[in-house]
């Protein structure tokens, strides 16, 4: 038996002892939902607590806004945008199919655990659109406007050009820029927002297991790969379709509830295919625990 089977075991064990089921009030996680807030944070100028994770979202032409704080929001399933001290987002389009959003100041870190054929992830930086292509990590600075790829793939549009950037590379977002091309920098080089989207991600990763566990523990309803609300971690929990589940880019697990059901260990890396449904808002609770492979995308 392995260890994260006999970790998984013992969670399950917790829940029965627990019998904690807690149903929320009916909603659906839609890109643009705010998942996590800490510090100074606004959406289109109202301020956000602890209370608003959940139910505030951020509709079209709405700003999310920090001060001395910062805030997590959900895109697709499967892929959070993060935002640093004194940074704006402006949600452009929430549809699955369709997500947009918009630096407007400051940094935006954005974890793409899962991607779509039919998502398109693409965030605007001074008037420049970036497709985010694969999973992976990206960071994006408003001044100097700037995109580095820690892990993943990245299509920018400057102008006419379509310009790839791979894992490892950064590229100058400037519209008049001659010719730009991406170039190697220091992926080790991590700042303070970057740290404390790896910290989200091992919480997220926590939700996710328990999410899935209790899936699977209380025989419930199950709508495939999306999210879904999870009282015991206040938050919308990240459940990949079917599979036993996918490490994220920062090393972090996410569960299926196929995990528990047979007890078997991930498949190798990461970006296991899903269904890409929303679940709705209810009927989760669980516990906390390991089963995370460590080390980050490096």
Known sequence: MTTMWKSAAGLIAGL???????????AIARPGMVNYVEGNVTLNGQVLGRNAIGSAEAGPGQVLE????????LLTPGAFLR??????????????????????????????????????????????????????????DANP????????????????????????????????????KPRSFDRNATGDLYAW?????????????????TIFVNNMGWYGSGWYWNPWFDGWAFVPAYGYGLYGPFGFGFYGPGYFAYGRPFYGG?????????????????????????????
Not at 92 to 115: F, H, K, M, Y
């Open 197 to 213: 989207s790896r910290l989200r991600s091992e919480y997220d990763a926590q939700a996710s297991q328990a999410s899935a566990q």
């Open 16 to 26: 029965f002892a627990a019998g904690a089921l807690t149903v929320a009030n009916a």
């Open 83 to 140: 935002i640093g001290d004194n940074s704006a987002v402006k949600m452009i389009t929430p549809s699955l199919l369709d997500t947009e959003v918009e630096l407007q100041r400051g940094q935006a870190n954005v974890e793409v655990d899962q991607i779509e054929k039919g998502n398109r992830l693409e965030i605007v930086t001074s008037g420049i659109t970036t497709t985010l292509e694969k999973n992976g990590v990206y960071q994006f």
């Open 270 to 298: 990461y970006g296991y295919q899903g269904g890409g449904f929303v679940g709705s808002r209810g009927a989760f609770a669980g516990g906390f625990g390991g089963g995370f492979h460590g080390g980050g995308h490096r």
């Open 145 to 180: 406007a700037r995109l580095e790829v820690y892990d993943g793939e990245a299509v920018v549009r400057i102008g006419d050009r379509n310009i790839e950037v791979k894992k490892g590379k950064e590229l100058p977002l400037i519209a008049s820029a001659d010719n730009p």
């Open 66 to 73: 920090t001060g001395a704080g910062k805030a997590e929001m």
